[in-house]
């Protein structure tokens, strides 16, 4: 029952949840054991360094989300298993629902990887110097702006992807016959 454009949809939706948890997944676990290490000596920091700590979790987000916006392109996807387009429509259908998540999958792995690492030494920072933990935010934060633009730009590509008409099969001759 799946087609080709439906399996190559799914493969680009399940690499970019997968991506982007696996930046998160390691940017968390840089600042978790950043942030075990500094509240071990001192406690009271634990507010201040919290926020750098989950920085990273948010492209795991942003690939969900993605992933519910552009799964809902597939329903349509399997239903055209007999279109006007016939199944060359489907694959490029297919692959432009791949290549729609494709910013949100590179940019979620690459920066939650990164983030972690720059909120790293933020949370090294607050623990040498308390004070600097509201202004040290802002490091990690930056490289969140590019996860953000990952998100917008698969949400506008994802909503551009033109949906193939659903040809019943009884009607698949006379609609071939019209081109």
Do not use: D, H
């Not at 509201?134 to 909503?159: N, R």
Request: glycine share 12%; hydrophobic share 55%.
């Amino acid at each position: 029952m799946f087609t080709t454009g439906y399996v190559i949809a799914m493969v680009g939706i399940a690499l970019c949840v997968l991506l982007c948890g696996v930046g998160s997944a390691i940017g968390l676990y840089k600042t978790g054991s950043a942030a075990a290490g500094v509240l071990g000596e001192n406690p009271k920091l634990f507010g201040k360094v919290m926020v750098l700590v989950l920085l990273p979790a948010t492209q795991g987000i942003y690939g969900f989300i993605i992933a519910i916006i552009a799964s809902r392109q597939l329903s349509t996807l399997n239903e055209a298993i007999t279109s006007v387009a016939g199944a060359g429509g489907m694959a490029a259908q297919g692959w432009a629902i791949f290549g729609a998540v494709l910013p949100m999958t590179v940019s979620g792995l690459v920066t939650g990887f990164f983030q972690g690492k720059a909120a790293v030494n933020c949370i090294y920072a607050v623990g040498k110097q308390e004070s600097l933990g509201g202004k040290l935010v802002l490091y990690p934060a930056m490289i969140e702006f590019y996860a953000i633009l990952g998100l917008l730009i698969s949400i506008i590509l994802v909503s551009a992807v033109p949906v193939l008409s659903y040809v019943p099969v009884e009607n698949a001759t006379a609609a071939l016959s019209l081109l």
